[in-house]
DNA sequence: CGATGGATTGAACTGGTTCAAGTGGAGTGG
DNA sequence: CCACTCCACTTGAACCAGTTCAATCCATCG
């Protein structure tokens, strides 16, 4: 995983179907996830996906840089290739709340009125396609399934939004730090299909703390507790076992 | 406004076009307006208003009753007449976190799948109007005009969710507060299209707690706090002049 | 008039923060 | 190949914003 910022690169897909071959990692199979990932594709025929990868361009991002910014006018939605964003909204005395982790096959830039509401930034190298936002929301008329799709997209996100205000709101640290792992765990079985207690933690503590409303101190101490609770084991900070989901699916709803 | 329990009453509209004609105190000319409260009429025209009334039934709820509840079938979307109603989730041992207060103009029920995600209850006397769920979902085919409408409906309230999320993880019980009141003046605008500085809160000090992610002394002391340092009034628990907004908008932001 | 319940205030406490120091792994350069 | 730097992470200790617990106030209502 590189670290060093780069020049972005920008090349017009050679697959015209990517967006449909590529992208959907989860689709009706899925419908238990949680998140923004339901496809687009699934509303649309083959002629139409074919339209839409037409008017794609395909970009590379390396890690940590920027892909849209807070305030910038909202021109285009972003579908995740691969890699890891992190959308976040900050205080002007730098103070930042992390509203969201997006994945493989995720979208965003969709729910925006004229602006960007957030700032989307790779956590990882990331691969993304690019649509002008204008020409997918036109085509709602034209197209009434992605409509639909795109509006149960914004519905599902908008549920999660909720549980994540009660987390915000009224959990404990430690609650919070459960609550997180089970969701990457759901994610990482959607991702890939397996039904392991592996997981793969791509961002840093920093962005769990400005996720979860608390401080990088109080996540390292957290991850520790559940490891002296024999209820986690930790390869490294990056990768983590659940040894105990129950426990901790158990600490995460507030038992 | 009463304030015991009674059993709620039900019946058929008398003014089949109420919807249309009293339940819009918001429309094109508050786009402003950072809330759930876009109305559906403006997206339909007479003769579809009346289908939509003619399905429609009138509830009335006094305060304190409970109009939804979380896991419950989502068979129907609300309108609101008048008076306020909170959106909230509760944890097992029964710390509350509630998503939204709704007033005369807001909708609910419509951003979810097939259980309401929350439990809505009247916080003063409530009239509501109640339309089949299916039936409306159903028409966005046959009126596009009335999806968009709901999408942009949720869009914007997934947004001020986003804000929320900022307020939970990152503000202080002061900045909470201040944020709060900003947002109720300007709910207050939009219902009343006054320009004052006088608020009337219709929710207690815990719905208040239980919204931005704090304890009812809290908020008490917060209160008084912002009495001592003269930015606000305190004619009763329910009423508030803001003395010098701008004082309390730079608060509200961080600064 | 006493009872009830929301709101306020006070005082002690604590979960999480802040500040500061230490650790370890990856990258760099000699 | 080792020494050095850097940076994310961890750990410790003091601190404090907000909670908890308890008492009081005060408006409303029967």
Do not use: W
């Amino acid at each position: 995983m590189s670290t060093l910022p780069q020049p972005f690169s920008e090349s017009k897909p050679e697959t015209q179907l990517r967006l449909a071959a590529n992208n959907c990692p989860t689709n009706a199979a899925c419908e238990g996830c949680s998140s923004r990932h339901l496809s687009l594709c699934n509303a649309l025929d083959t002629d139409e996906l074919h339209r839409f990868s037409e008017i794609s361009t395909d970009i590379h991002k390396p890690a940590k840089q920027i892909i849209c910014s807070e305030d910038e006018a909202a021109d285009y939605i972003y579908n995740i290739r691969n890699g890891t964003v992190r959308l976040s909204k900050m205080l002007a005395d730098g103070r930042r709340q992390i509203t969201g982790f997006l994945f493989a096959g995720d979208f965003f830039g969709l729910s925006c009125k004229d602006k960007y509401s957030y700032t989307a930034e790779a956590i990882t190298d990331v691969d993304i396609c690019r649509f002008p936002r204008a020409k997918i929301i036109g085509s709602f008329k034209e197209f009434p399934a992605l409509g639909e799709r795109v509006f149960e997209m914004t519905r599902t996100e908008l549920e999660a939004t909720h549980d994540q205000m009660l987390l915000l709101g009224r959990k404990t640290a430690k609650e919070k730090l459960c609550s997180f792992l089970l969701t990457l765990q759901e994610k990482s079985r959607c991702l890939e299909g397996q039904d392991k207690n592996e997981i793969k933690i791509p961002m840093n503590r920093s962005d769990i703390a400005d996720f979860l409303g608390l401080t990088v101190e109080t996540i390292s101490r957290q991850f520790t507790n559940l490891h002296k609770m024999n209820l986690i084991e930790l390869d490294d900070a990056h990768k983590v076992v659940l040894t105990n989901p129950e426990a901790i699916a158990a600490i995460a709803e507030g038992n």
